[in-house]
């Protein structure tokens, strides 16, 4: 029940650097002008978008969804330009009983292709993220997929905890490399199947942060996991901090 105001002071209170932004994405630009701003003051500023893409595949049979779904990404791109973050989550494709793997592959590749000059014009990067859509199961996979784009705009939002089901961390990173911008973090266990708070579960996280460092990362690292109180906040931020200095 929060405002705007609220969330991003406690945020910050509670020890966070900034804030993926996963709401409807406005064609109000001077509304999200606003709220970046509001963002910053607070100590919080927006770092990304996430405009997911689950509601309007691009890998889609039908047209209508395929339009809307190019439609909506590029607001998402140009809400971004306009508050000066540099990516913008999407999740391309989602595999179905009704669309093949490879006609997911194709079909998304070849529309997120139609956004790529839109990408370079405005100086966003189209930030693919491997979630649990069927979509991107290895990392050589992952890789050959943004590299068939051949622009240095469409780049890997890696979630470290999403591939522990069927990988390792670790091995994703050194795989993706240069490829990574951002990084999502969570925690699963495989015993039990359950999602586990950040150090809880069976990310190698000494391993990954290993990796982390030779491939050089910089920049944000989201902890894309259920809110809670100030309490839980800053636990969370607290573990996020300890995976980032090596105090496991």
Same mark, same amino acid.
């Given at each position: 029940d929060l405002? *705007? &105001? &609220?969330? %991003?002071? #406690?945020a910050a209170r509670c020890g966070y650097d900034g804030v993926d932004l996963d709401q409807t994405i406005t064609s109000d630009l001077d509304a999200a002008r606003r709220q970046a701003d509001l963002a910053r003051k607070?100590?919080?500023?927006? =770092?990304? #978008?996430?405009?997911?893409? @689950? =509601?309007?595949p691009l890998s889609d049979p039908d047209p209508k969804v395929i339009d809307q779904g190019l439609k909506d990404m590029e607001i998402a791109l140009r809400h971004a330009k306009a508050i000066d973050v540099d990516t913008v989550l999407l999740v391309p494709a989602i595999v179905t009983e $009704?669309?093949? /793997?490879? &006609?997911? /592959? *194709?079909?998304?590749h070849a529309n997120v292709a139609k956004l790529v000059p839109l990408a370079e014009e405005l100086g966003v990067a189209i930030a693919i993220e491997n979630v649990w859509n069927k979509f991107l199961l290895s990392p050589l996979e992952f890789a050959r997929y943004i590299d068939e784009f051949q622009s240095p705009m469409v780049r890997a939002y890696f979630d470290l905890g999403n591939v522990i089901l069927f990988g390792f961390s670790q091995h994703w990173i050194r795989t993706l490399n240069k490829r990574i911008i951002k990084l999502d973090v969570k925690d699963f266990k495989r015993q039990g199947y $359950? @999602?586990?708070?950040l150090l809880e579960g069976d990310v190698n996280w000494k391993e990954a942060r290993k990796a982390l460092l030779e491939i050089k990362y910089e920049g %944000?690292?989201?902890a894309e996991v259920a809110g809670g109180d100030e309490a839980y906040l800053t636990d969370l931020a607290d573990r996020m901090e300890r995976i980032i200095v090596g105090k496991f």
């Open positions: 405002t *705007d &105001e &609220e969330k %991003f002071k #406690l607070c100590g919080c500023p927006i =770092h990304g #978008l996430v405009r997911g893409g @689950w =509601h309007a $009704q669309v093949g /793997y490879a &006609e997911a /592959y *194709d079909r998304s $359950q @999602w586990k708070n %944000f690292i989201t």
